[in-house]
């Protein structure tokens, strides 16, 4: 079965940079899209930034600018980049991947996240 598993998180001062992975085991066949969210407690998971098949991106207004989604490969499916973080980015990051099936439906696998949290 697929798993999907977030790294590279952790502690950075503001102004800094991290670079998330998105790394799954297993294959995940026909995929639609790619995304990161993100989560602080007792908030509504965001949605930061997503990229398809055909390479096209969109980004949370918050992180505009800032962050980069891209493509990987079959083991790292997705990096996001992450520059000039603020403390407001600190959350848990959450990789999505949507994907068809082969009964001509679609699921979406989540990993567990990973701990961003950007402080002096």
């Known amino acids: 079965q697929v798993q999907l598993t977030e790294s590279g998180g952790g502690l950075v001062q503001p102004g800094g940079s991290l670079r998330l992975t998105c790394a799954a085991s297993?294959?995940?066949?026909?995929?639609?899209?790619i995304q990161w969210h993100r989560q602080v407690p007792g908030k509504q998971r965001e949605l930061v930034a997503i990229?398809?098949?055909?390479?096209?991106?969109n980004y949370a207004d918050s992180v505009k600018g800032r962050f980069t989604i891209s493509r990987g490969n079959v083991k790292n499916l997705a990096y996001l980049q992450m520059n000039n973080l603020r403390p407001e980015d600190t959350a848990v990051y959450y990789c999505?991947?949507?994907?068809?099936?082969?009964?001509?439906?679609?699921?979406?696998?989540w990993g567990q996240g990973t701990q961003v949290t950007v402080s002096s």
């Open positions: 297993g294959s995940v066949l026909s995929i639609i899209n």
């Open positions: 999505n991947v949507a994907a068809r099936t082969v009964d001509g439906g679609t699921t979406d696998y």
């Open positions: 990229v398809t098949n055909t390479g096209a991106t």
